[in-house]
């Protein structure tokens, strides 16, 4: 029987029951669907759901141990996270060191329950699909580690986030206060150090203070991801536990070892931790330290509108992060109040004529006497390169190079108020872009590290690999490293969010109805693209 594969990057036939080759696939590819035209369940936990011409999935992985258990609803989806047991059926279990942790003594459930799953979708009406779920992240009743076999290792790549030393310290921590594990190995400049720096140790004593300074203890680094001598590098040392602290590139790199140490057979957990200013991971609420950083942009943002205010004609222009999303500039727009216009790239904006820039900026000149612009680097990006002839350059992981577009604006502002409208503005420009970045992360940033870690330390010590940790609807789950990778998170306009941002600050949409008509259908696709896989 001939049958569809979909998922939401691609889609194969394949034929049902599967051969080998099938259920390989199957086994390998972390989130596929199936379309099933008949019933079938097979034996610890690979159920597939048994409802004419549904489409669900083909759980990825048996989690070794576990089992979801009883019937599933026929519109239940489980994006489960591979186990070392899918590669390594004999691996023995052990019960785990929590059981006996005075911390945990009190605690009315110290072990998720393996049924507990996190829905990502949460508002649903009375008959629409469940939608995809994802495994609950916390401590398992059973370890594939014992603590003195434990080889950890922690790497950080590409850029800085205010937090990543929290992660670190408390994953160090963690193994040790929880599971008894002594000593992890720090790997120094990011990818690259695995197989061109030595290692250092990082004890509970050596991390105790490092949350309180900025940056990244180990270094970081852009490039230098090389599968194979990393893994042969975990080979050569023993490691058998890596955390990988990174945003979405540092993700798939995580993914790629992953599938070489389960091509060698190698007992390892590969563990994600998602890290990225800009808050453009997919499916997790949010990545750490984006609220910190949009607390310290109000320094920038107050900065400029005291300055504006103080002259006159002041016009004020704040460039923030974001390379391909705009969620640090909206958000430090949202909370700010002294923010008259905000562009981001997702939303695109034209500085001449009717409704355009220009005409805002002189419409609240001549009413409030000064204005403020808080810019997403990222935005804008196509005018800056025509302006200035520029060619598009990529940074060593192979990411776009920006153009300064804060300069840019500032420059056309100039040029369009002191030679076509012959009026004296006051521009003051504002670049604190690092400076957000480069700070260490505040209190509840640092309380959401300490999830995020002992999170990660949870799942690889209960043996599962090839995930990423983060919250989903404020629960912390196990993604499937893939599944954070496939798509980038942008703001979308079709969401209701942006509407308040353009409601608060009431500026120009800049969007005309072809844009808006553009967007919504984009939008109604995605929605069927997803109720195709979600729904049955
Ligand atoms: N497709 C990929 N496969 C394997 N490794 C990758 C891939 N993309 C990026 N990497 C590696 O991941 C590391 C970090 O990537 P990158 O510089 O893009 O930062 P990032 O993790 O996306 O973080 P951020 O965007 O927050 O700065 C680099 O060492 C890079 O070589
Ligand atoms: O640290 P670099 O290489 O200058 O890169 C800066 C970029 O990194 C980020 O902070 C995260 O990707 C972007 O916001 C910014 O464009
Ligand atoms: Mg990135």
Same mark, same amino acid.
């Given at each position: 029987?001939?049958?569809?594969?979909?998922?939401?990057?691609h889609s194969?036939?394949?034929?049902?029951?599967?051969?080998?080759?099938?259920r390989?696939?199957?086994?390998?590819?972390?989130?596929?669907?199936v379309k099933?035209?008949?019933t079938?369940?097979?034996? *610890? #936990?690979?159920?597939?759901?048994? /409802?004419?011409?549904?489409?669900?999935?083909?759980?990825?992985? %048996?989690?070794?141990? !576990? $089992?979801?258990?009883?019937?599933?609803?026929?519109?239940?989806?489980?994006?489960?996270?591979?186990?070392?047991?899918?590669?390594?059926?004999?691996?023995?279990?052990?019960?785990?060191p929590?059981?006996k942790?005075?911390?945990?003594?009190?605690?009315?459930?110290?072990?998720?329950?393996?049924?507990?799953m996190?829905?990502?979708?949460i508002v649903?009406?009375?008959?629409?699909?469940?939608?995809?779920?994802?495994?609950r992240?916390?401590?398992?009743?059973k370890?594939y580690?014992?603590?003195?076999e434990?080889?950890?290792?922690?790497?950080?790549?590409?850029?800085?986030?205010?937090?990543?030393?929290?992660?670190?310290?408390?994953?160090?921590?963690?193994?040790?206060?929880?599971?008894?594990?002594?000593?992890? *190995? #720090?790997i120094?400049?990011?990818? /690259?150090?695995?197989?061109?720096?030595?290692?250092?140790?990082? %004890?509970?004593?050596? !991390? $105790?203070?490092?949350?309180?300074?900025?940056?990244?203890?180990?270094?970081?680094?852009?490039?230098?991801?090389?599968?194979?001598?990393?893994?042969?590098?975990?080979?050569?040392?023993g490691?058998?536990?890596?955390?990988?602290?990174?945003?979405?590139?540092?993700?798939?790199?995580a993914?790629?070892?992953?599938?070489?140490?389960?091509r060698r057979?190698l007992?390892?957990?590969?563990?994600?931790?998602?890290?990225?200013?800009?808050?453009d991971?997919?499916?997790?609420?949010?990545?750490?330290?984006?609220?910190t950083?949009?607390?310290?942009?109000?320094?920038?943002?107050?900065?400029?509108?005291?300055?504006?205010?103080?002259?006159?004609?002041?016009?004020?222009?704040?460039?923030?992060?974001?390379?391909?999303?705009?969620?640090?500039a909206m958000?430090?727009?949202?909370?700010?109040?002294?923010?008259?216009?905000?562009?981001?790239?997702?939303?695109?904006?034209?500085?001449?004529?009717q409704?355009?820039?220009?005409?805002?900026?002189?419409?609240?000149?001549?009413?409030?006497?000064?204005?403020?612009?808080?810019?997403?680097?990222?935005?804008?990006?196509?005018?800056?390169?025509?302006?200035?002839h520029?060619?598009?350059?990529?940074?060593?992981?192979?990411?776009?190079?920006?153009?300064?577009?804060?300069?840019?604006?500032t420059?056309k502002?100039?040029?369009?108020?002191?030679?076509v409208?012959?009026?004296?503005?006051?521009m003051?420009y504002?670049?604190?872009?690092?400076m957000?970045?480069?700070i260490?992360s505040n209190?509840?940033?640092?309380i959401?590290?300490t999830?995020l870690?002992?999170?990660?330390?949870?799942?690889?010590?209960?043996?599962?690999?090839?995930?990423?940790?983060?919250?989903?609807?404020?629960?912390?789950?196990?993604?499937?490293?893939?599944?954070?990778t496939?798509?980038?998170?942008?703001v979308?306009?079709?969401?209701?969010?942006?509407?308040?941002?353009l409601?608060?600050?009431?500026?120009?949409?800049?969007?005309?109805?072809?844009?808006?008509?553009e967007?919504?259908?984009?939008e109604?696709?995605?929605?069927?693209?997803?109720?195709?896989i979600?729904?049955?």
């Amino acid at each position: 029987m001939e049958t569809t594969l979909t998922s939401a990057s691609h889609s194969l036939s394949v034929s049902w029951p599967p051969s080998s080759s099938t259920r390989r696939f199957a086994s390998v590819s972390s989130f596929s669907f199936v379309k099933l035209g008949i019933t079938k369940q097979s034996s *610890l #936990g690979r159920k597939l759901i048994s /409802r004419q011409n549904c489409l669900t999935k083909v759980r990825a992985s %048996t989690d070794g141990a !576990v $089992n979801v258990k009883g019937e599933q609803n026929d519109d239940f989806v489980l994006e489960d996270v591979p186990h070392l047991t899918n590669f390594l059926p004999d691996l023995p279990s052990y019960p785990s060191p929590l059981k006996k942790s005075q911390a945990y003594a009190i605690v009315k459930r110290t072990f998720v329950s393996p049924e507990d799953m996190v829905a990502q979708k949460i508002v649903v009406q009375k008959d629409s699909p469940r939608g995809i779920h994802f495994r609950r992240a916390g401590p398992r009743e059973k370890v594939y580690f014992k603590p003195e076999e434990v080889r950890a290792c922690i790497v950080t790549c590409g850029g800085l986030c205010p937090g990543i030393n929290t992660v670190m310290r408390e994953i160090v921590c963690g193994l040790s206060n929880m599971y008894g594990v002594n000593g992890v *190995l #720090g790997i120094q400049g990011g990818y /690259r150090g695995f197989y061109s720096k030595n290692t250092i140790q990082l %004890t509970s004593k050596s !991390v $105790n203070d490092i949350h309180k300074r900025g940056g990244t203890f180990l270094q970081t680094s852009r490039g230098g991801h090389d599968t194979n001598k990393i893994v042969d590098n975990i080979q050569d040392r023993g490691i058998n536990q890596v955390y990988i602290i990174g945003g979405d590139g540092t993700q798939k790199g995580a993914a790629a070892i992953y599938k070489e140490v389960e091509r060698r057979g190698l007992k390892v957990a590969v563990a994600g931790i998602p890290k990225t200013i800009d808050n453009d991971i997919a499916v997790i609420d949010k990545s750490f330290g984006f609220d910190t950083a949009v607390e310290e942009a109000q320094r920038a943002i107050n900065a400029a509108h005291v300055e504006v205010e103080s002259v006159e004609n002041g016009v004020g222009i704040v460039k923030l992060m974001g390379r391909y999303s705009g969620f640090i500039a909206m958000h430090a727009t949202l909370a700010s109040r002294d923010v008259d216009c905000c562009l981001i790239p997702e939303s695109p904006f034209y500085l001449e004529g009717q409704g355009g820039l220009f005409e805002f900026v002189e419409e609240r000149l001549k009413e409030n006497g000064h204005m403020v612009i808080v810019l997403a680097e990222g935005a804008g990006q196509e005018y800056v390169a025509q302006s200035w002839h520029a060619a598009a350059e990529k940074d060593a992981s192979g990411n776009r190079l920006l153009l300064d577009v804060g300069l840019w604006l500032t420059q056309k502002i100039k040029d369009h108020f002191t030679n076509v409208r012959k009026m004296a503005i006051n521009m003051k420009y504002i670049d604190p872009t690092y400076m957000i970045r480069a700070i260490p992360s505040n209190a509840s940033d640092n309380i959401y590290c300490t999830l995020l870690a002992q999170n990660a330390v949870h799942g690889a010590m209960a043996g599962y690999t090839g995930f990423t940790v983060g919250p989903v609807n404020s629960r912390h789950a196990y993604i499937p490293i893939n599944r954070v990778t496939e798509t980038q998170n942008t703001v979308k306009l079709t969401d209701r969010m942006w509407a308040r941002l353009l409601t608060s600050t009431n500026q120009p949409s800049f969007l005309s109805c072809e844009v808006v008509q553009e967007r919504v259908n984009a939008e109604i696709f995605d929605e069927i693209n997803s109720m195709k896989i979600t729904s049955i």
